[in-house]
């Protein structure tokens, strides 16, 4: 059975919805990459180097990243050679399983929120301004209001003008207090009022906003840091999850911006928003396979529940959803054949 076979079992029934959000996500990514990789297979119908080179120039341009895509290319080498592979079909779904294999590969870490039942649990949203933060942070607690779950939002984002309002707005629209001080306050005060207000009435999950720039880099890595101390002094352990929100449509700025906040805050998880309007939504891969960070959420459009849980699998059906196609069709065509 061929690798997309496997994956359209696996999200047939109650998962279909949840991995047609990632197809329609995936849509700008495909069309480049997939085409791209599907005229490879149709011009060069044998595995030979060449074909290998020109993969890695389709796979670099969707922002795999240069490490991610030399070890692809050494896996599919191995693979080709350990089964004999002499010509290129069935080379979409080798390329996908292979993608998997290097997303699930390294140490292990759980792409769920860290949220245990009978604490607060405390998330801090960090990430440069313009990156979808705020949005991020209301998708986030709808989500996890419609899970049953109290949740409270802290406006620690106080430098940046509507960032206040714009959290407001949506803790009105998913029925979540906003805990918030007058814009220009510390940022670190408005959350230690949110952790102290969140214990007072028992709330499951507090999601702190923060800020996305200061005067310089060197003042926002220490504020974090300030926020950072005042969440464990409060509470143990906490915060429980620092999760970095990045634009998808940044490609490999989206991976130095990890690496820079990931310094100072301990990054658990990342939030790639926007992967709908990018056709490089290789940078998922680039970011786990550069940093071991999971990338815990997506952004898959623009409504309230585009925000969706990272799963590998129903990434890489976004990503070749037009190859599991192709891939059924030809097995028709060969059926046809055959009953005639």
Known sequence: ?????????KISGTNEVVAEKFKDGLTKTRDSFTSKVNDLVFRFRVVDEEFFEELEEVLLQADVGFETVMELIDLLKEEVQR??????????????????????SGEVVSSELNIEEGRLNVILMVGVNGVGKTTTIGKMAARLTNEGKTVMLAAGDTFRAGAIEQLVVWGERTGVEVVRQAEG???????????????????????????????????????????HRI?????????????????????????IQAQTFNEVTNVTGIVLTKLDGTAKGGIVLAIRNKLDIPVKFVGLGEGIDDLQPFDPEKYVYGLFANGLEMEEAEELETETEEDK
């Not at 969440?231 to 991976?255: C, F, K, M, S, Y």
């Open 83 to 104: 089964k004999n592979i002499k010509n290129t079909t069935g080379m979409q779904s080798l390329i996908s399983e292979k993608l998997v294999e290097i997303y699930n």
């Open 1 to 9: 059975m061929s690798f997309f076979k496997k994956i359209k079992d």
């Open 231 to 255: 969440i464990g002094r409060e509470i143990e352990d906490a915060p429980h999850e620092v999760l970095l929100a990045l634009d998808a449509t940044t490609g490999q700025n989206a991976l």
């Open 185 to 227: 306050s510390d940022p670190a005060a408005v959350i230690f009022d949110a952790v102290k207000a969140a214990k007072k009435r028992n709330v499951d999950v507090l999601i702190c906003d923060t800020a996305g720039r200061l005067q310089n880099k060197v003042n926002l890595m220490n504020e974090l840091e300030k926020v």
